[in-house]
Every structure is written in C-alpha cells, then in structure tokens.
C-alpha cells in the first residue's frame, strides 16, 4: 500500500556528501530519476553517475554498483554548496500484470488498465500546460494566477510570481521609420531657422538702405521696423519648435534600438522592432530578445498606432489613426510633431 503523497526530496549541496536517503516507496530501482540544480538556477537531468540501493533507500551521487567504478579522474564533482540536488520517483506509465481470463481477476486487471489508461491520458494533457521549473518552485514561486478580463500576464519584476498588466492592443508603426522622421522634422526646423534669420538680415539691410534713401521719413522708417519685428518673432517660434524636436529625440533616444553586433549586460534596455522593450537579464550577451527569454526579460509594450507605411514604403497617416505621444495630423492631413 501507498500511504504518503511524498515523492520526492531536495537536498543542498555541501561539497562532501555522497549518500542521499529517501522515504518514499519505489518498486525498482529505475524508478527513481535524479535531478542536479545548478547554483544558477539551471537544471540538469542526470542519466548516469548515481547508484539507487534500493534495499537501504538510498541514492548515491557520484555513485556506482559495486566494482563498476570509473577512475576518479572520469567522475563528477559532489553536489557543491548552492547547488541542490532533487531525488524523486519516475515511474513508467504503463501496467504489466497479467491476471489472466477467470473471474473476477479479468475484472481486476481490467480496472487497472483503465487506471492506468486514466493516468496516461492525465499526463498528456500536463505535459502541455504551463508549469515553472523545480529550482523556481523550490524558491517559493507562486504560479497562482488572478485572471483579471482585457489583462496580459507577466512575471513580477522580483520573479515571485505572475501579475496582471494592462494589455497592448495596437503597436506602434516601425520605430526606426518615426526615429528617421524625427530626424527629418530636426532637420527641417534646422533649415526654417536658418531661413527665418536670412529674412531678419535681410530685412534690417533693407530698413538702412531705406532709411539713407529716405533720410528723416519717418514713414519709411517705421514701415522697415514693423518687417524687423515680425522677422525676429517668426524666428523666435521656429526656435521654440526647433527645443520641442530635439525633446522628441531625446525620447526616441531613450531606449535604443537592439543591435546584433553590439554586447549588452544586466539593466540594459533595448527596443525590438515592433515597439517591445526587453531588459538584460545576462552578461556579456547580444542574443535576439524575442527569441532568447533566458536571456531577456520583455518589460513594456506599447499600444500607441498612429502611422503605417504606403506600398511605396513612406509613412502615412492611418485610416482611422489612434493617438501618438510624439505625432498630431494637421488640417491638411500632414504629420506635424505634436503640441
């Protein structure tokens, strides 16, 4: 009989020990699997190196059945401190007594092939749910979920658990397309302000000249002042615009875009193209952060959709546009930076 739910043991490594008991009840002594968890927090699925002694409970890593020993240069090191092993029991899912034709044996095996049919069909569909690691469970992650309605999940930022975040529903159009039209509107502003002073020099040349044509007319005189004035106003504004666009570069700046050649490490943050911010989880790493979790851990996702690109690639107002934070849409239906 089977009269405890226990299956498995974890133990901390100490640098020495060799001898790993267990209580629980096998049948063979290939029932028993053992799992290494790194100080990392990696795990590793051992299929050689330990001895089950079954008579005693007892498994032994390293370990070997008597007289099977490699030399001690070919076997691995003790479980070392920080490092946890984890001794628990893997049966196969299948029954193999035969009780033969006569009642009511039949019928008792019958009922344990059904059992073992139910727990076959039971494991399957485990398989493909969503669990957390041995090593994560064993540090206390909390794999409940409080399902809230039009809510992502995510994993907290202190890795006890899930959480529910807002959820994006719109991304953002390519983010190196606004970087560049950013850039373009910087340099577009550039070159009015340049314009804008052109004028004001302009205008004062003119007012002189018209003041030595004129001499004392105080008409001409204060006509050319009123041109100067309004010169020097316009170029104030295009200054002011000029502020607000380097503002939107510097956000755009914020967070770069991920970039395959370059090696990022713990509290880097990248942009992928689609708008998603990752965070490095690894040093000295410059794997993709939408294809390597273990190495990037995704930290925000934007909503906003504003533009789109044409079928001649150039970026367009969207049909029915949402809201940007860099971007408005004039009367005229021109991309303006936004107020």
Do not use: H
């Amino acid at each position: 009989m089977v009269i405890t739910n226990v299956n498995q043991v974890v133990y901390n490594g100490d640098g020495t020990n060799k001898a790993w008991p267990f209580t629980f009840r096998i049948i063979e002594a290939s029932d028993i699997d053992v799992l290494l968890i790194r100080s990392d927090g990696t795990e590793e699925q051992l299929s050689s190196d330990f001895y089950v002694d079954k008579d005693n409970s007892t498994v032994y890593y390293p370990g070997y059945a008597p007289g099977s020993e490699p030399p001690e240069a070919d076997q691995p090191p003790e479980v070392q401190v920080g490092e946890k092993i984890v001794i628990y029991r893997g049966l196969p899912l299948t029954q193999t007594a035969n009780l033969g034709d006569k009642w009511p044996f039949n019928v008792i095996e019958l009922g344990l092939d059904k059992l073992t049919m139910l727990i076959q069909d039971f494991t399957n569909t485990l398989s493909r749910c969503l669990k957390v690691r041995v090593s994560d469970y064993e540090n206390g992650f909390d794999a409940t979920i409080q399902a809230e309605p039009g809510k992502a999940i995510q994993i907290k930022a202190d890795g006890s658990g899930f959480e529910c975040v807002d959820a994006p529903s719109e991304v953002l159009a390519e983010c190196y397309t606004v970087y560049g039209q950013t850039v373009d509107a910087k340099n577009a502003a550039e070159n009015s302000a340049g314009e804008a002073a052109a004028s004001a020099a302009n205008a004062l040349q003119s007012e002189t000249s018209a003041l030595t044509a004129a001499g004392n007319a105080a008409d001409a005189a204060n006509t050319a002042k009123d041109s100067a004035d309004s010169v020097t106003s316009q170029a104030a504004l295009v200054e002011e615009d000029l502020a607000k666009v380097e503002g939107y570069i510097a956000a755009a700046k914020e967070v770069g875009l991920w970039d395959p050649s370059e090696t990022y490490n713990p509290g880097d943050a990248v942009m992928v193209s689609n708008g998603d911010v990752y965070r490095c989880l690894q040093a000295n790493t410059n794997k993709d952060p939408e294809t390597e979790p273990a190495y990037w851990r995704l930290t925000q996702t934007v909503q906003l959709r504003t533009f789109e690109e044409d079928e001649d690639g150039d970026l367009m107002p969207l049909a029915s546009p949402t809201t940007s934070a860099y971007w408005d849409i004039d009367a005229d239906g021109d991309i303006m930076p936004a107020a």
